[in-house]
């Protein structure tokens, strides 16, 4: 007889037996996402109550476009977070591979999807010269990445040159990625029909799978709840974006990053050993995985996704500015990771926390900024949000490990 987990056979009565799961899951502190989903909807609704313009088809639009390019930086802090450890050098990666951009575009007639491409390396192989320092060398992350926070700062300054600043072409790549939009109205109804199917799809050939092998699977109505609950808001999204200007091409590409290395984490043998890193190292060694290995591979998607997000910053202002990367740039990548839901700890998270985590920051900068208020007090509000995040995370490991689950 195969051994099963208790925890999954309640599904198995169906909806009252999912819903009896859920609660149980609250109880134990396995809270997944829905403190950031609360905390979304309290902050719409709580500008919207001051400013009745703030859930505009126009501002929600512009919250979209601004979520891309810090958003594409937390998905690759998401991964080094999973080990435990942390990246201090992905601002001014980003802006390094903005300038490296645009002087090979620019000033030496590179073709731009080169250049893109080239700036893309760039962030790998810093990726991977960190992570060798650390994986290898024994040098701890933290202290390895604030050298190359200081040491690529240094280096795009550099790159730029004396005037600090490097225009790009008008209507360029860099340009077009950032604010090209679908204006056809079917381009956003059509995302949206094609990721509910897709999903749809998914869930019910997995249940098969799984039914197949005589293992617990996810009862119909739980299915069909969830998809009819990612139909409202995806068809929801559409409809506002339409009502603007369209479906953004950046978002687009960010859905498509965050979806595809979503899939990488949960679907593929590299994704359970990152897991398993974050989760314990000697284990992970016992087990045979090359942790010197995920350590390395892991900093250079850090950088790579760094350098990703520093290309949409660029193409935001269509130009390589002294400034990229500076000011707030870090502490938003790793607090949009950390407010999305991954844990600090390591071991659990996932890609959709860049963008939820992403989507409560730009919020309430937008949130600020249509309130004409003091940039002061939205940073205090966001170190709220960080804080309460990571207290809401030391509360549930700690309960999860009374109840047993950590």
Known sequence: MVAV?????????????????????????????????????LIWGIFQGLNSSFLSANNLSTVAFNV??????????VFVLLLGEIDLSVSYVSGLAGAVF???????????????????????????LQGFFFAKVG???FVVTLAGFLAWNGAMLWVLGKNGTINLP????????????????????????????????????????????????????????????LAIVAFGAAAVLNQASGLPLCVLIFLLVVVGLDLVLRRTAYGRQVFAVGGGIEAARRAGINVAWVRISVFMISGTMAALGG???????????????????????????????????????????????????????????ILNLNTA??????????????????????????????
């Open 5 to 41: 987990d208790p925890r999954l056979l309640v599904r198995e009565e169906g909806f009252a037996g999912y819903l009896r799961e859920f609660k149980r899951r609250m109880r134990s502190g396995d809270l997944g996402s829905m403190p950031v989903i609360v905390a979304l909807i």
């Open 170 to 229: 008008t209507n360029g790549l860099l340009y077009n990625l950032y604010n090209y939009t679908f204006s056809d109205v079917a381009a956003a109804y059509g995302l949206a029909l094609i990721g509910t199917v897709v999903y749809l799809a998914a869930s019910l050939w997995e249940t098969r799978r799984r039914r197949s092998a005589g293992v617990p699977f996810r009862p119909l109505s739980e299915i069909v709840v969830k998809t009819v609950l």
């Open 311 to 369: 290309m949409f910053l660029a193409g935001q202002v269509n130009s390589a500015q002294s400034t990229q990367g500076g000011g707030n740039t870090l502490m938003e990548a790793i607090a949009a990771a950390v407010i999305g839901g991954t844990s600090l700890f390591g071991g659990r998270g996932k890609t959709w926390s860049a963008l939820l985590g992403a989507l409560v920051i730009v919020s309430i900068q937008q949130g600020m900024y």
């Open 68 to 77: 891309v390019g810090i958003g594409m930086i937390a998905v690759g802090i």
């Open 377 to 406: 007090i939205q940073y205090m509000i966001t170190g709220a949000v960080l804080l309460a995040a990571v207290v809401v995370d030391s509360v549930s490991r700690r309960t999860q490990k009374a109840s047993g689950r950590a």
């Open 102 to 128: 645009a002087v090979l575009s620019v000033y030496h007639g590179v073709p731009d999807y080169l250049a893109l491409v080239l700036g893309l390396v760039t962030g790998a192989a810093i990726g991977a």
């Open 139 to 141: 040098v701890p992350a």
